[in-house]
């Protein structure tokens, strides 16, 4: 028997690889798209669907903000259950000296031309009344947004088959490697690019990659719109969501588009589980019952896990894995793929067909993985 | 909000006739023995509301089981197990966290409900919700009451109906009139209750039983006004003020999977002396397979009397279990769902309710997974107990793996207590 012949085999259905597929479809490659599950049944499914520019690093800007634009010109495209809607964030100051990081996120964003407004804690209160009083105030970052995930996943797969390419859901696949993707069944796919887009499952694929699971929870409630009108995260999540070594909590939370409130967040590396963990749901829930104490009364439908793929230096990996020529990985993505997996399928894309790059590749290079070392082994 | 503990040598979870039989057995010990459920009273679905005079069998059980010092938490539902041995319960005014030696789950079924046009329409609700309303006060006398689906159910609650004064237009079984008799002549074999309780009852003579028919259809403008059946492969309509339907029952497992317990064929698998597959957690009554009340009771004996260590005394009960097991298979077996019912959904009939999700938005995904992701079925507030066993009628999907919360509950009640005294030791 033969096997199947493509350019470019993307492991993985979740929202980055159905961007990589949908980009290298654009360039007229033959693509096939494989994953043992469902389409956004991994990391998009269990993420919030958050767009969002962060300032973690010059290079984490770029891919965000990038991405961000690349939604919004995607936008009159979307269909209905994609939900996008550009609620904004507001980065919520609980102090003075968070408030200071208002001002320099401020400066930052406006420097770069990212809209945003600086709320006092009247604006804030007035905003977002919900919210415990006492607050400093906040930044709002008007071009964010949310989306529903595993529709928008769904959707870039649909576009990609409408320009030839192949899906393969719930095949499993026990090899991939010189060129050929050897499925759990023994059958084989011939491929000149293997994309490695399989998230936090990309170390099973691709051995020895800087890819470490990062366990989080969620909440969500049940409907009660106009609860919250942004997608709100305290401040000092950048110190709880900084730390690669310990668990952490932050109140981040989000507007659905049904009125629910979808309640995050939470970060554990070493769990591998996926069974609720009572301890650090608690104390995920008290943080966000600490910052809008209304919530507690809320009617809590259901929970779930999920588990991100996370770098060293929290930028993906997007480009060719040096220890095998046919293989190309895009995983990495943390808790940013939904926002970063538009831009991530033009940076593979532009490598695999020799076209320039709107934004510098090399920060997300695989290649730079080889000095990075987990902090926490 | 007020939290307080509880702790049981033996704890029960469902006050329905099995929770109540295995209450009564295991109490005789002198050992703590509570009992939860989240309706306001104990009697479960089957025994809700009655009286002596209106159920003398159900009124000499709980006579009994208040003669014990039994612990009764009523209106308190259990949501989830944050550790081994521990549960936490929601009440009105409060949690609980109810830790536990051995666990009795005795959570029993509901109704299966499959869709069809029209069967959002009001007053069109399953025949055991109509026989709940009523009971807590819906007047219904002189309304027209169609009764549609299959299960014995829908003859005892077109009793009930009747004695309250509605009128009941017809009973709709979509078995065929052949099977029907020969589950009669087994229950009359058996000589049991349930013989007397369902087939020999007066009021059912004059209601019409009519087989081999099913409800394609309910019409209205917002409120019922007509059922359309499929009868000897013909369509009639039939007028009326309320459609009761019921497509037999389903098995509450939810708290069984989260603890951990095995399920076989749908059911929660349990050995002879009703252990499951967890240690210290037995089960009793329907969750191990749809029997009725006269095996409920027999299977929460056994269980009681298991959970404190009596296995002898309940060895005795072995003999007629297996009887009345029988009994169930043939439950299972004459009223299993005919497979024209798979059709009945349109492409427009709305599936999943807390959503709105149309059939034919589900037919478009492979799994139930699938579906769900993208299309929101079961995620709405009933965490997909309606829409997950008629999906898995309908289209032959597998249901998720539960996760805590089992039901929904207030946001701070999440927030386990374990983790409090943790917090608590870490500041001092």
């Given at each position: 028997?033969s096997a199947?012949k493509y350019?470019?085999?993307?492991?993985?259905?979740?929202?980055?690889?159905?961007?990589?597929?949908?980009e290298?479809?654009?360039?007229k490659?033959?693509?096939?798209?494989?994953?043992h599950?469902?389409?956004?049944?991994g990391?998009?499914?269990?993420?919030?669907g958050h767009?969002v520019?962060?300032?973690d690093?010059?290079a984490?800007?770029?891919?965000t903000r990038?991405s961000?634009?690349?939604?919004q010109?995607?936008?009159?495209?979307?269909p209905?259950?994609?939900e996008?809607?550009?609620?904004?964030?507001i980065?919520?100051?609980?102090?003075d000296?968070?408030m200071?990081?208002?001002?320099?996120?401020?400066?930052?964003?406006?420097r770069?031309g990212?809209?945003?407004?600086?709320?006092?804690?009247?604006?804030?209160?007035?905003?977002e009344?919900?919210?415990r009083?006492?607050?400093?105030g906040?930044?709002?970052v008007?071009e964010?947004?949310?989306?529903y995930?595993?529709?928008?996943a769904?959707?870039?797969?649909?576009?990609a088959?409408?320009?030839?390419a192949?899906?393969?859901?719930g095949?499993?696949?026990?090899?991939?490697g010189n060129?050929?993707v050897?499925r759990?069944d023994g059958s084989e796919?011939?491929a000149?690019?293997?994309?490695?887009?399989a998230g936090a499952?990309?170390?099973?694929?691709?051995?020895g990659?800087?890819?470490k699971?990062r366990?989080?929870?969620?909440?969500?409630?049940?409907r009660?719109?106009?609860?919250?009108?942004h997608?709100l995260?305290e401040?000092?999540?950048?110190?709880?969501a900084?730390?690669?070594?310990?668990?952490s909590?932050?109140f981040?939370?989000?507007p659905?588009r049904?009125?629910?409130?979808?309640?995050?967040?939470?970060?554990q590396y070493?769990a591998?589980?996926?069974?609720?963990?009572h301890e650090?749901l608690?104390?995920m829930?008290?943080r966000?019952?600490e910052?809008?104490?209304?919530?507690s009364q809320?009617?809590?439908?259901?929970v779930?896990?999920g588990?991100?793929?996370a770098t060293?230096?929290?930028l993906?990996?997007?480009?060719?894995w040096?220890?095998?020529?046919?293989v190309?990985?895009?995983t990495g993505?943390?808790?940013l793929?939904i926002?970063?997996?538009?831009?991530?399928?033009r940076?593979?894309?532009?490598q695999?067909?020799g076209?320039?790059?709107?934004i510098?590749?090399e920060?997300?290079?695989p290649?730079r993985?080889?000095?990075?070392?987990?902090?926490h082994v | 909000?007020?939290?307080a503990?509880?702790?049981?040598?033996?704890?029960?979870?469902?006050?329905g006739?099995a929770?109540?039989?295995?209450a009564v057995s295991?109490a005789?010990?002198?050992k703590?023995?509570?009992i939860?459920d989240?309706n306001?009273a104990?009697g479960?679905?089957i025994?809700?509301?009655?009286?002596?005079?209106?159920?003398s069998?159900?009124?000499?059980?709980?006579?009994?089981?208040?003669?014990?010092?039994?612990e009764?938490?009523?209106?308190?539902?259990v949501?989830?197990?944050p550790v081994?041995g521990?549960?936490?319960?929601?009440s009105?005014?409060?949690?609980?966290?109810?830790?536990?030696?051995k666990?009795?789950?005795?959570?029993?079924?509901?109704?299966?409900?499959l869709p069809?046009p029209?069967?959002?329409?009001?007053?069109?609700?399953?025949?055991?919700?109509?026989q709940a309303?009523v009971?807590s006060?819906?007047?219904v006398s002189?309304k027209?009451v169609?009764?549609?689906?299959?299960?014995p159910l829908?003859l005892a609650v077109?009793a009930?109906l009747?004695?309250?004064?509605?009128?009941?237009v017809a009973?709709?079984?979509?078995?065929s009139?052949?099977?029907?008799?020969?589950?009669?002549?087994k229950?009359?074999?058996?000589?049991?209750?349930?013989?007397q309780?369902l087939?020999?009852r007066?009021?059912l003579?004059d209601?019409?039983l009519?087989t081999?028919?099913?409800?394609v259809?309910?019409r209205?403008?917002g409120?019922?006004e007509?059922v359309?059946?499929?009868?000897?492969?013909?369509?009639?309509?039939?007028a009326?003020d309320y459609?009761?339907c019921?497509?037999?029952?389903v098995?509450n497992t939810?708290?069984?999977?989260l603890l951990?317990?095995?399920?076989?064929?749908?059911?929660?698998?349990?050995?002879?002396?009703?252990?499951?597959?967890?240690?210290?957690v037995?089960?009793?009554?329907?969750?191990?397979?749809i029997?009725?009340?006269?095996?409920?009771?027999?299977?929460?004996?056994?269980?009681?009397?298991v959970a404190i260590?009596?296995?002898g005394?309940a060895q005795?009960?072995?003999s007629?279990?297996?009887?009345?097991?029988s009994f169930a298979?043939?439950?299972d077996?004459?009223?299993?769902?005919?497979?024209?019912?798979?059709?009945?959904?349109?492409?427009?009939?709305?599936?999943c309710?807390?959503?709105d999700v149309?059939?034919g938005?589900?037919?478009q995904?492979?799994?139930?997974?699938?579906?769900?992701?993208?299309t929101?079925c079961g995620?709405g507030?009933?965490?997909?107990?309606v829409?997950?066993?008629?999906?898995?009628f309908?289209l032959?999907w597998?249901?998720?793996?539960?996760?805590?919360?089992?039901f929904?509950v207030a946001?701070?009640n999440?927030?386990?207590?374990?983790?409090?005294?943790?917090?608590?030791?870490?500041v001092?």
């Amino acid at each position: 028997m033969s096997a199947e012949k493509y350019d470019v085999v993307i492991m993985g259905a979740g929202i980055v690889g159905a961007a990589c597929a949908l980009e290298c479809a654009r360039q007229k490659m033959r693509v096939a798209v494989v994953d043992h599950d469902v389409i956004g049944g991994g990391a998009t499914a269990a993420g919030m669907g958050h767009i969002v520019v962060m300032d973690d690093s010059e290079a984490q800007f770029a891919l965000t903000r990038y991405s961000q634009q690349l939604w919004q010109q995607l936008r009159p495209e979307l269909p209905d259950d994609v939900e996008y809607t550009q609620c904004g964030t507001i980065w919520v100051a609980a102090d003075d000296e968070e408030m200071a990081e208002v001002h320099r996120k401020a400066s930052y964003y406006q420097r770069r031309g990212v809209p945003v407004q600086i709320l006092s804690a009247e604006d804030l209160a007035r905003l977002e009344p919900n919210l415990r009083k006492g607050m400093a105030g906040g930044l709002l970052v008007t071009e964010d947004g949310v989306l529903y995930p595993p529709c928008a996943a769904r959707f870039l797969i649909e576009q990609a088959q409408a320009l030839g390419a192949t899906v393969q859901v719930g095949a499993p696949v026990a090899e991939i490697g010189n060129g050929r993707v050897r499925r759990a069944d023994g059958s084989e796919l011939s491929a000149g690019v293997i994309v490695n887009a399989a998230g936090a499952w990309a170390p099973e694929l691709t051995r020895g990659i800087s890819v470490k699971k990062r366990k989080g929870h969620l909440v969500i409630t049940d409907r009660y719109p106009g609860f919250i009108q942004h997608q709100l995260v305290e401040l000092g999540y950048l110190k709880s969501a900084h730390s690669v070594s310990s668990d952490s909590v932050a109140f981040n939370v989000q507007p659905r588009r049904t009125g629910q409130v979808l309640i995050g967040s939470s970060r554990q590396y070493g769990a591998e589980h996926k069974e609720v963990d009572h301890e650090i749901l608690g104390r995920m829930l008290q943080r966000a019952q600490e910052y809008m104490p209304r919530l507690s009364q809320t009617s809590a439908i259901r929970v779930w896990t999920g588990f991100r793929a996370a770098t060293p230096d929290k930028l993906p990996l997007i480009g060719p894995w040096g220890e095998d020529s046919t293989v190309f990985l895009a995983t990495g993505h943390e808790g940013l793929g939904i926002t970063t997996s538009l831009a991530t399928g033009r940076l593979l894309a532009d490598q695999l067909s020799g076209r320039a790059s709107q934004i510098a590749r090399e920060p997300y290079l695989p290649s730079r993985a080889t000095t990075m070392e987990h902090a926490h082994v | 909000m007020v939290s307080a503990r509880k702790q049981f040598d033996v704890l029960i979870v469902g006050g329905g006739p099995a929770g109540i039989a295995a209450a009564v057995s295991a109490a005789q010990s002198g050992k703590r023995v509570g009992i939860v459920d989240d309706n306001p009273a104990l009697g479960g679905q089957i025994w809700r509301g009655e009286t002596a005079q209106s159920n003398s069998e159900a009124a000499a059980w709980l006579a009994k089981l208040h003669a014990w010092d039994v612990e009764v938490c009523a209106g308190t539902r259990v949501f989830d197990q944050p550790v081994s041995g521990v549960l936490r319960a929601e009440s009105g005014d409060g949690t609980y966290q109810i830790e536990y030696g051995k666990l009795i789950l005795a959570t029993g079924a509901r109704e299966r409900f499959l869709p069809f046009p029209g069967w959002t329409l009001q007053n069109v609700m399953g025949a055991g919700a109509l026989q709940a309303l009523v009971k807590s006060g819906l007047p219904v006398s002189g309304k027209r009451v169609a009764i549609a689906g299959t299960g014995p159910l829908l003859l005892a609650v077109a009793a009930y109906l009747k004695n309250d004064g509605a009128k009941v237009v017809a009973i709709y079984e979509q078995v065929s009139r052949t099977a029907l008799a020969k589950f009669a002549l087994k229950v009359a074999a058996q000589r049991g209750k349930l013989a007397q309780a369902l087939w020999l009852r007066k009021e059912l003579r004059d209601i019409p039983l009519i087989t081999n028919a099913w409800p394609v259809a309910a019409r209205g403008n917002g409120v019922v006004e007509s059922v359309v059946l499929c009868r000897g492969g013909k369509h009639e309509e039939i007028a009326c003020d309320y459609l009761a339907c019921g497509f037999h029952l389903v098995p509450n497992t939810e708290l069984a999977v989260l603890l951990g317990c095995r399920l076989q064929n749908g059911y929660v698998q349990v050995d002879d002396f009703q252990q499951t597959s967890q240690p210290n957690v037995f089960c009793a009554g329907e969750p191990t397979g749809i029997g009725g009340v006269e095996l409920s009771l027999i299977e929460g004996q056994i269980a009681g009397l298991v959970a404190i260590g009596k296995e002898g005394e309940a060895q005795s009960l072995f003999s007629a279990r297996r009887k009345m097991r029988s009994f169930a298979e043939a439950l299972d077996r004459t009223f299993a769902l005919r497979p024209e019912l798979k059709s009945l959904a349109s492409t427009g009939t709305i599936v999943c309710r807390c959503e709105d999700v149309k059939y034919g938005q589900m037919t478009q995904h492979r799994s139930w997974r699938a579906a769900k992701l993208h299309t929101r079925c079961g995620m709405g507030p009933c965490q997909g107990r309606v829409c997950g066993p008629a999906t898995q009628f309908l289209l032959g999907w597998t249901p998720e793996s539960v996760r805590p919360p089992i039901f929904p509950v207030a946001l701070e009640n999440l927030i386990s207590e374990t983790h409090e005294e943790k917090e608590h030791t870490f500041v001092m």
